[in-house]
């Protein structure tokens, strides 16, 4: 497995979850020089890219988003990650993460781990 991402859940709206993704077999070269995002998918939509940490450490959020979620990265721990606060129903969705360079996703996506917001 690539990208381990997880922390979803059940969670009423106004409430919190934090999202991680674990790049562990990943160089952390590698993990520093890529452009980080984390992406979104709710059904019957197209995945949406709701945030992303840029490698020369820009982060850049979805008007959807901003003054909600915050990105960051451990590169330590080589993992990236999703604060959510005051969820909203429609911010339910499966999120994945994954990296770009040079214009390509650098990974196959995964499973991702899915957000349930209950009004």
């Known amino acids: 497995v690539q990208l381990q991402a997880f922390g979803g859940g059940l969670v009423q709206a106004g409430g919190s979850l934090r999202l991680s993704c674990k790049a562990s077999r990943t160089i952390l070269s590698t993990f520093i020089g890529v452009d980080w995002g984390w992406y979104r998918q709710a059904p019957g939509k197209q995945r949406e890219l709701v945030a992303s940490?840029?490698?020369?450490?820009?982060?850049n959020y979805a008007d959807s988003v901003k003054g909600r979620f915050t990105i960051s990265k451990d590169n330590t721990k080589k993992t990236v990650y999703l604060q959510m606060n005051s969820l909203k129903p429609e911010d339910t969705a499966v999120y994945y993460c994954n990296a770009r360079r040079d214009g390509d996703y650098y990974y196959n996506w995964g499973q991702g781990t899915l957000v349930t917001v209950s009004s």
């Open positions: 940490f840029t490698n020369n450490g820009r982060m």
